[in-house]
């Protein structure tokens, strides 16, 4: 935790924020208008987000599905181009290169699925899948990419004799471990990991979840860590962004945001989640009603149709997310 | 026992494929009580779900049940005629389904299909199944259920259906109630309602509940009694205090032990190393063995059988004597 602050500390000085910086980003879906469809609709699917991570951070995105947490993980890597906004990587605005230089940039940033059946092409054996970067940049000769390859399966934990066999022939956790190989045979510094864990059992999840934890110190990668499952971000991450609706709603620092959740719509999504413990307290929260669509967000607050806290002011003024303290930011009215 | 509603013994089914024959289903066996709810645990392909569709009879073609009997309410299950099973599933049976797109007719309105199932098995004309189905509806939270009875599946939302899935399920007032995995689709915040008014209807109705889930978290909500399951078998079967405060098998404690927590931290997570054994080849002693840190020479080559500690059942070498 002291290296994140010190990295901190240093980007301060420099006037730059981390290794990825994002500035108002927002990615709008548009349904244009037809015959049948006499409206222009607008899915807001990411609206107006503003974040960074820092070199050697874990970044965990939390929310519901539809809050637009896998949008803004791939519009931050360009795979869905963003509607307006900025992200610098490493000091360059990604959204301004064009497409060699992106290709080129695209080697450093990696993205890791969430499913690994989906994930790798069935008719390719294990060492032409994770071979497939090497080959797409031309990096070494035949031999070399091969030792590359490898190595790469050694470190992720899978045998050698693995090389010519083909994904069916592996269980799922096995997969998402060539999947990883895969993501990391590049040498990249920043990986989205968008549901990495979520499709598989809870054995083989602390299993890759230990082995990510692992490689991020050994290698000293940057995640933006996308899950909805919030003990699994707690686990992994170094701060953490809850997001509703297309918007984060809290963001701050893994210790105070589970211990001390600002925002009323945390603060339910943590008593939600059941605890294995037969003991646990009774949960307080319950959230009535459900995630509005986003073709149609509430005025205000998007929020205030299910907060239980909602003055007069919520519905009709959007809260930004403002500085509470020195780590910790809240969109929520109630900490203005 | 007057008061055991459900009773499995020595439980086997298989399914035959082209070229073997897996055991889904190894000797499993288990009673439920009258108004009890019984959680099963397990990782996918342990056998829980085929478990649940075995008491039903909805094997399909290629699933037989080739050992054991099945008793609810003291007549075995499995020597009943087609046309009695009819009767019993929904009626004395009900059973929730995981996916509430596929478990409902994406082609008949909600309030036809609630319809359908009150007057299959009450003798009732439409009118009052009508009254029962909103009355139904309101029971499990559903806002303006007049309106809602005249729309179709895809226009509410996945917490929606999985209420009209509850509604559905109770609408005979079924003894005995299966959930398999009823909230594992949902969202956190829905789970939660969901869990909430499955708590309620534990109250209000006398039904017993089977709920099948990989979250340990779910059923230590619910559930009176556990069962985890592994590789088709029962591993650890006690009440669910004792399988949370002090479980025995070292699969069950793998098990408690690699799930992240919120309410505790620690830097590396415990990993039950491997992966489950594939049923076409299971292991010839424990199938647990390769995984277990426990592991002893025994282990390797001679199956445990289930034995009694406590109040608690458990199949492990460990605790046999």
Same mark, same amino acid.
């Given at each position: 935790m002291s290296g994140v602050g010190n990295?901190?500390?240093?980007?301060?000085?420099?006037?730059?924020?981390?290794?990825?910086? *994002?500035?108002?980003?927002? %990615?709008?879906?548009?349904?244009? =208008?037809?015959?049948?469809? %006499?409206?222009? %609709?607008?899915?807001?699917?990411?609206?107006? &987000?503003?974040?960074? &991570?820092? %070199?050697?951070?874990?970044?965990?995105?939390?929310?519901?599905?539809?809050?637009?947490?896998?949008?803004?993980?791939?519009? *931050?890597?360009?795979?869905?181009?963003?509607?307006?906004?900025? *992200?610098?990587?490493?000091?360059?605005?990604?959204?301004?290169?064009? =497409?060699?230089?992106?290709?080129?940039?695209?080697? =450093?940033?990696? &993205? &890791?699925?969430?499913?690994?059946?989906?994930?790798?092409?069935?008719?390719m054996t294990v060492l032409e899948l994770i071979r497939a970067p090497l080959d797409a940049f031309n990096i070494g000769t035949e031999k070399e990419r091969e030792e590359k390859v490898i190595d790469i399966l050694e470190l992720v934990g899978l045998d050698k004799q693995n090389l010519r066999k083909y994904p069916h022939e592996f269980s799922g956790g096995q997969r998402q471990r060539i999947v990883i190989a895969r993501a990391l045979i590049l040498n990249p510094e920043f990986i989205v990991c968008d549901e990495p864990v979520s499709a598989l059992d809870v054995s083989i999840q602390s299993q890759v979840l230990n082995l990510m934890q692992q490689l991020k110190q050994e290698l000293n990668l940057t995640f933006l860590f996308i899950s909805h499952n919030l003990s699994v971000v707690k686990h992994i991450s170094d701060r953490v962004a809850v997001m509703y609706l297309g918007k984060i709603v809290e963001i701050a620092e893994k210790k105070s945001l589970y211990i001390d959740p600002l925002h009323p719509y945390t603060k339910a999504l943590m008593s939600s989640i059941p605890i294995p413990d037969i003991d646990a307290p009774e949960r307080k929260i319950i959230l009535t009603g459900e995630v509005p669509s986003p073709l149609n967000p509430p005025t205000g607050c998007r929020f205030h149709t299910r907060c239980s806290h909602c003055i007069e002011k919520c519905k009709v003024q959007e809260p930004a997310l403002v500085n509470v303290s020195d780590k910790t930011m809240v969109a929520c009215h109630l900490y203005e | 026992m007057a008061n055991t509603l459900l009773e499995v013994n020595n439980l086997q089914v298989q399914?035959?494929?082209?070229?073997?024959?897996?055991?889904?289903?190894?000797?499993?066996?288990?009673?439920?009580?009258?108004?009890?709810?019984?959680?099963?645990?397990g990782e996918s392909g342990c056998g829980k779900s085929v478990t649940s569709m075995a008491i039903l009879r909805l094997l399909g073609k290629t699933g037989k049940i080739t050992q054991g009997e099945i008793l609810f309410e003291g007549q075995d299950i499995l020597k009943k005629s087609e046309s009695d099973m009819c009767q019993i599933r929904g009626k004395e049976i009900a059973m929730i389904f995981q996916d509430s797109m596929t478990g409902l007719n994406p082609v008949m309105t909600i309030g036809k299909q609630l319809i359908g199932t009150i007057t299959v098995h009450e003798k009732m004309n439409k009118k009052t199944a009508e009254k029962k189905a909103i009355d139904m509806l309101k029971k499990v939270g559903i806002p303006s259920p007049e309106q809602r009875m005249n729309e179709y599946p895809h226009q509410l939302s996945g917490g929606m259906r999985q209420r009209v899935m509850i509604a559905m399920a109770l609408s005979c007032n079924p003894s005995l109630l299966i959930a398999d995995e009823p909230t594992t689709a949902l969202d956190v915040t829905i789970q939660a309602q969901i869990i909430e008014l499955m708590k309620d209807l534990k109250k209000t109705s006398e039904a017993a509940i089977i709920i099948i889930t990989h979250d340990l978290g779910v059923v230590a909500e619910m559930a009176d009694r556990i069962m985890v399951m592994y590789s088709g078998q029962v591993v650890e079967y006690a009440d669910a205090r004792s399988i949370?405060?002090?479980?025995?098998?070292?699969?069950?404690?793998?098990?408690?032990?690699?799930i992240p927590r919120l309410d505790k931290d620690v830097d590396v997570l415990y990993a039950i190393k491997g992966s489950v054994p594939s049923l076409q080849n299971v292991p010839k002693g424990c199938r647990f063995c390769e995984r277990c840190q426990d592991a002893m020479e025994i282990c390797k080559n001679k199956p445990p059988v289930l034995c009694t500690v406590g109040d608690c059942s458990v199949r492990c070498w460990k605790y046999t004597k």
């Open positions: 990295i901190l500390n240093e980007q301060e000085k420099t006037g730059m924020k981390g290794i990825l910086e *994002v500035k108002n980003l927002k %990615k709008h879906f548009v349904t244009p =208008k037809s015959f049948f469809n %006499k409206e222009e %609709k607008r899915v807001r699917a990411v609206d107006d &987000i503003s974040l960074f &991570i820092s %070199k050697g951070e874990t970044l965990g995105l939390v929310g519901e599905s539809g809050c637009g947490k896998s949008t803004f993980g791939r519009a *931050v890597l360009r795979l869905t181009e963003p509607t307006s906004g900025s *992200v610098h990587y490493n000091g360059v605005d990604i959204l301004k290169l064009n =497409k060699n230089d992106m290709r080129n940039m695209r080697q =450093k940033m990696q &993205i &890791i699925f969430q499913d690994p059946y989906a994930s790798l092409n069935p008719r | 399914f035959s494929t082209i070229d073997s024959t897996v055991t889904a289903v190894d000797g499993v066996s288990f009673s439920v009580n009258k108004g009890e709810t019984l959680g099963v645990v949370f405060i002090n479980p025995l098998h070292p699969y069950t404690r793998g098990l408690l032990s690699s």
